[in-house]
């Protein structure tokens, strides 16, 4: 698969997931008062998306670290706003990190 598809792959699941909890899991948020945490999951997702489908032939490790940095981020946000379990906000910031080194990446053109 090449890297161009994968950006779109992850680009499709951020607004299958935003409008997944928009809609399907609303009450469910609202009750664990969690929304602004899947809409801030969501916002990630989407915005690494976006630049891992521009980096994706220029720089396809960085669509790689930043993809990692979608499952980690995103998906720890994710799963804590469905299941309020806090404690995955512990894991959260490695995602960050890993966001981090994809622009790092970019800024000094490595790889």
């Keep these: 698969m090449t890297t161009i598809c994968f950006a779109a792959i992850l680009g499709f699941l951020g607004v299958s997931l935003g409008a997944f909890g928009a809609h399907s899991l609303k009450n469910l948020l609202e009750s664990y008062g969690t929304t602004a945490i899947w809409q801030t999951a969501v ?23 930043w993809t990692a940095g ?34 790092l990446m970019i800024a000094f053109k490595r790889n």
């Design 70 to 103: 979608v499952v980690i981020f995103s998906g720890t946000l994710y799963l804590l706003a469905v299941t309020n379990l806090r404690w995955l906000g512990a894991i959260t910031p490695i995602g960050g990190v890993l966001f981090l080194i994809g622009w």
């Design 43 to 65: 916002l990630y997702h989407l915005v690494h998306a976006v630049a891992a489908l521009w980096a994706a032939e220029k720089r396809p490790v960085v669509v790689w670290v």
